[in-house]
């Protein structure tokens, strides 16, 4: 029972969070009442402390100004919507080296094979976000432009002539 009380917020919210994205593999995003509610249903830590929800609106969010904690648990991906962050995700600079998931031997052991779920589920989303990303998918595009020419010889080339 001493490992309820030393758990913080913050892992609790990632635990709720993790949850929700494993059994809902379907849904990208959630309403931040569902992420309170499950971490008050799981009740890891007793019932849900009065934390909970600022930790899901401000504290956890790695896309918001850092205040005061540097976590990177969640993103906000529309008004009153969050999803786990993931490799690859753009946070607040205020965030950088902040907490992305919990430290194995702060969890409690049942929710311990969380950890590796979110490292595949991160892993496979951050390569799938970077096959689909629209400036990379760019690379190469104006290729048909100068041919086998290289491309600094083709700006030198159209720049013949300027003043």
Same mark, same amino acid.
């Given at each position: 029972?001493?490992?309820?009380?030393?758990?913080?917020?913050?892992?609790?919210?990632?635990?709720?969070?993790?949850?929700?994205?494993?059994?809902?593999?379907?849904?990208?995003?959630? #309403?931040?009442?569902?992420?309170?509610?499950?971490?008050?249903?799981?009740?890891?830590?007793?019932?849900?402390?009065?934390?909970?929800?600022?930790?899901?609106?401000?504290?956890?969010?790695?896309?918001?100004?850092?205040?005061?904690?540097?976590?990177?648990?969640?993103?906000?991906?529309?008004?009153?919507?969050?999803?786990?962050?993931?490799?690859?995700?753009?946070?607040?600079?205020?965030?950088?080296?902040?907490?992305?998931?919990?430290?194995?031997?702060?969890?409690?052991?049942? !929710?311990?094979?969380?950890?590796?779920? !979110?490292?595949?589920?991160?892993?496979?989303? #951050?390569?799938? #976000?970077?096959?689909?990303?629209?400036?990379?998918?760019?690379?190469?595009?104006?290729?048909?432009?100068?041919?086998?020419?290289?491309?600094?010889?083709?700006?030198?080339?159209?720049?013949?002539?300027?003043?």
């Amino acid at each position: 029972m001493a490992l309820k009380h030393q758990l913080k917020v913050a892992d609790e919210v990632w635990i709720a969070a993790a949850l929700l994205h494993r059994e809902n593999a379907g849904k990208s995003d959630f #309403a931040m009442e569902e992420i309170v509610e499950r971490a008050a249903r799981e009740a890891i830590a007793g019932p849900l402390r009065p934390g909970g929800y600022v930790h899901v609106v401000q504290h956890c969010v790695a896309n918001r100004p850092a205040n005061p904690g540097k976590y990177r648990i969640l993103i906000e991906t529309g008004t009153g919507r969050r999803r786990m962050f993931r490799k690859g995700d753009v946070y607040h600079p205020s965030r950088e080296g902040g907490k992305i998931h919990p430290n194995p031997e702060d969890l409690p052991s049942e !929710y311990r094979e969380l950890l590796i779920w !979110y490292e595949d589920w991160s892993s496979a989303a #951050a390569s799938s #976000a970077a096959d689909r990303d629209l400036l990379l998918s760019l690379s190469g595009s104006g290729n048909r432009l100068w041919g086998d020419e290289h491309a600094d010889a083709y700006v030198r080339r159209l720049r013949e002539g300027w003043e």
